[in-house]
Nanobody, 119 residues
């Protein structure tokens, strides 16, 4: 079973940047990896995804303000976020989708990493 561990969250001022990291166990080179977020009292949202060949897909919630990347040598995926706004405050998760970016997932959801944007 794939295991995922997110890190890199924290408190940042409005307009600031953060880079989140996702450690992925298993056959990383074959996995699509997606980043998702869940603001308080809101359903989980798709932020960005990256295919094994490096092709990327961005959701609408943070379009133009995120860059997803992956490092096969380290089994890591990253989410660089810029110009953060208070509405971006959420718990951010990564996972391996089995079909569409917002369908089923291979891994259990981890603890995520909290991002808080102070106004």
């Amino acid at each position: 079973q794939v295991q995922l561990v997110e890190s890199g969250g924290g408190v940042v001022q409005t307009g600031g940047s953060l880079k989140l990291s996702c450690s992925v166990s298993g056959a990383f080179s074959a996995y699509h990896v997606g980043w998702y977020r869940q603001p308080p009292l809101t359903e989980r949202e798709f932020v960005a995804g990256i295919r094994p060949n490096g092709e990327t897909k961005y959701g609408n919630v943070m379009k133009g303000r995120t860059t997803i990347s992956r490092d096969g040598a380290k089994n890591m995926a990253y989410l660089q976020m810029t110009n953060l706004q208070p509405e971006d405050s959420a718990v951010y998760y990564c996972n391996v989708p089995t079909g569409s970016w917002e369908g089923g997932f291979l891994g259990p959801w981890g603890l995520g990493t909290q991002v808080t944007v102070a106004s």
